[in-house]
Structure formats: C-alpha cells, structure tokens
C-alpha cells in the first residue's frame, strides 16, 4: 500500500508577507517637519517684504529635504505616512513658496502675466508630485523624469538671493522678465520627460575615488566664497543638464543606414 507523505509548509504559512508599514516614525519625520517649517518661513518672510530671508529658507528646506529620505533609509523607518507627508511639505516648501516669492517680489509688476507665470511654476510642482506619487515603475534609479522641484525652486529663490545680495534694481524691467522666464521654465521642465540626473546612486556608505573628494572640497569652496552666485550658477546648469543630455545622446544615436539596391 503506497503512503502519501504530507507536504511540508511553506514558512509563507507561518510568516504571511508582512503589510506595508503604516507607522509613524519621530525621525525621519521630524526632518520632513523641519523642511515644512523653513517653507512656511519663507513664505511669511515674503509676505512681510524680506526677500533675501524668503531665497535663504528654500535651501534650508532643501537641505532638511534631501536628509528625511537618507534617514528613512539607513535608519530603517520607511513608511506610506512618511511618502505622502513628505510631498506635501514639498509642495508647500518647492510649490507654494517659490511661487508666491516669485510673484511678490518681482511677477507682481506684469500683471496677470505675472500671476499666470507663478500659477504655471505651482501647478507644475503638483502635477510632478503627484505623477511621482503614483509610478509604480523606474527606468533607472540615476535619473529623475522631469525636472525635481527642490532644484526648480533653488533656481528661483537663487535668483532672488542674487539679485538682492547685489542690490541689483528689482523694478528694472529686465529682472522681472528673467525671473518670468525662470519661473515657465522651472514650471513645465518640472512635468517634462527629460531625464536629470539623480542623487539617489550615490551612498555615503561607499568608497569615492580621490578626485569625486576634491570636487566635493572645490563646491565647497566655491559656496563659501559667494553663496548666492554659486548656487544659483550650480541649480542653473542643473537644471539645463537634461536638455544638454537629451541633445547629445540625439547626435550621438547612429543613423539607420539606407538600403540600396
């Protein structure tokens, strides 16, 4: 008589798949917190006309931005709570914020152009919030599609430090048309498909060559020496990296070679 010997159990059985963390972790979430606040700030600073204070927020924010996730990560405390708060601080801190410093400070004198320029800038932050929300798929984790609003809103509080720290005369007509043009062009390469390149590649965990270290000294430096220039200059080309990529890999494709009979 044959005997059938039972199967044994998967450890699934035992161990059912563990659901995705809905807690609520103090640290990473005091940083998130933290680069809310300094949006905030920079939008109460605007409304009481200290524009330099306003630029002088954003990168505080953007700094305490690019720590949460670095946190959430090696201190293992990522969470869905810890996502969604975090995109909404950033919508206030890169959205709300540059778009209403921008419009205050110079936007303001062009009317409803003005305005229509920072509408553009705001809605672009939320649509590019909310298309990186819901991708479920990456292409490469060393790129970013679209522009990412915390280096949108550094070219727009950059300009503003710039401007100020020179005491360059905002009600020229010149400026206003620059910051318009910053503002559309951070707004819609926000939602673009170009591809910039990603931080998220590189882990502080890891050895660096020799030469990525004097770079790292030379920004540095560089920052030191004057802050509003750098930054601005650094953002900028950042900012046209994408395009410049998008052009060379284009020239770079080979052609399909004709056939000839």
């Not at 044994?8 to 059985?13: C, H, L, N, R, T």
């Not at 909310?130 to 798929?137: P, Q």
């Not at 390469?189 to 060559?209: E, P």
Request: with cysteine; charged share 15%; aromatic share 14%.
């Amino acid at each position: 008589m044959d005997i059938q010997l039972a199967s044994q159990p998967d450890a699934e059985d035992f161990f059912p798949a563990r659901p995705r963390s809905k807690a609520i972790y103090l640290l990473p979430n005091a940083f998130t917190t933290a680069a809310l606040f300094f949006g905030f700030f920079s939008i109460v600073q605007a409304m009481n006309q200290k524009w330099e204070m306003a630029a002088i927020a954003i990168f505080c924010s953007l700094v305490l931005d690019g720590m949460d996730g670095r946190v959430a990560r090696m201190t293992n405390t990522q969470s869905a709570f810890g996502e969604q708060y975090d995109s909404l601080a950033d919508m206030v801190s890169f959205g709300v914020a540059p778009a209403l410093v921008a419009y205050e400070w110079s936007l303001k004198g062009l009317g409803r152009w003005g305005w229509l320029a920072a509408f553009v800038y705001c809605a672009g932050a939320a649509l590019r919030l909310a298309r990186f929300n819901i991708s479920t798929t990456v292409v490469d984790k060393r790129f970013f599609q679209g522009l990412p609003s915390p280096a949108a809103a550094s070219i727009i509080a950059g300009f503003v430090w710039l401007v100020e720290d020179n005491k360059l005369p905002v009600h020229s007509y010149a400026i206003p048309l620059i910051m318009f043009f910053l503002t559309i062009y951070a707004g819609t390469t926000m939602v673009s498909n170009v591809l910039f390149y990603s931080g998220k590649a590189l882990d502080i965990k890891y050895k660096v060559s020799f030469g990525v270290m004097l770079l790292v000294i030379l920004a540095f430096v560089l920052i030191s020496s004057d802050p509003p220039l750098t930054l601005f200059c650094l953002f900028v080309i950042y900012a046209l990296s994408g395009y410049i990529r998008w052009v060379w890999l284009a020239l770079k494709k080979p052609k399909n070679p004709t056939l000839s009979n």
